[in-house]
T-cell receptor, first 114, second 113 residues
Framework: KNQVEQSPQSLIILEGKNCTLQCNYTVSPFSNLRWYKQDTGRGPVSLTI?????NTKSNGRYTATLDADTKQSSLHITASQLSDSASYICVVSADRAAGNKLTFGGGTRVLVKP | DSGVTQTPKHLITATGQRVTLRCSPRSGDLSVYWYQQSLDQGLQFLIQ???????AKGNILERFSAQQFPDLHSELNLSSLELGDSALYFC????????????FGNGTRLTVT
């Protein structure tokens, strides 16, 4: 069964500090992995999309890594800001043969404190 | 702004009633997806349409139905509402199928009393 597990479920960090969120998946056959940021009460917004051949991708202070061999991804937030307080969702897409089905992780809720 | 428009933003209704949620996808996007997000829960996929036809079905209840119209907007109909249907309902769109990036609207918050 395709699954996406995220850890931790939640974390609190001080403004200016860095943090790393984890995503482990069992989706197969793999097509791509996406990270979304979801502010409370708003729709998710795409941060990064990585395919099998990409092992790192950045979007401003957000850097995602992908290890397709171990089926793990991480999202690193550098120099956190109060506006980074949100839920971060890892989404893995199966390939076309599997209908490009998307499997969503449960998200990591990040709270940045001043 | 994702370009995906959902209306209404908020909806309060009573148990047993029926409501319709509307979604206008981004210009040029052919696929529309509906998701349900209950309080502090992850996104649950309900259904996908591509160019007017149902493409994939997720955990959608029989009391729920959806359609995509020729102008590509979509409606999600929820009937015989129960308290447990209270949730945020998100619409997303993409150019093609789910191999292309999804763009989410800001959701409709449904409260069933």
């Amino acid at each position: 069964k395709n699954q996406v597990e995220q850890s931790p479920q939640s974390l609190i960090i001080l403004e200016g500090k860095n943090c790393t969120l984890q995503c482990n998946y069992t989706v197969s056959p793999f097509s791509n992995l996406r990270w979304y940021k979801q502010d409370t009460g708003r729709g998710p917004v795409s941060l990064t999309i990585m395919t099998f051949s990409e092992n790192t991708k950045s979007n401003g202070r957000y850097t995602a890594t992908l290890d397709a061999d171990t089926k793990q991804s991480s999202l690193h937030i550098t120099a956190s800001q109060l506006s980074d307080s949100a839920s971060y969702i890892c989404v893995v897409s199966a390939d076309r043969a599997a209908g490009n089905k998307l499997t969503f992780g449960g998200g990591t809720r990040v709270l940045v404190k001043p | 702004d994702s370009g995906v428009t959902q209306t209404p933003k908020h909806l309060i209704t009573a148990t047993g009633q029926r409501v319709t949620l509307r979604c206008s996808p981004r210009s040029g996007d052919l696929s529309v997806y509906w998701y349900q997000q209950s309080l502090d829960q992850g996104l649950q996929f309900l259904i996908q349409y591509y160019n007017g036809e149902e493409r994939a079905k997720g955990n959608i209840l029989e009391r729920f139905s959806a359609q995509q119209f020729p102008d590509l907007h979509s409606e999600l109909n929820l009937s015989s509402l129960e308290l447990g249907d209270s949730a945020l309902y998100f619409c997303a769109s993409s150019v093609r199928g789910s191999d292309s990036p999804l763009h989410f609207g800001n959701g409709t918050r449904l409260t069933v009393t």
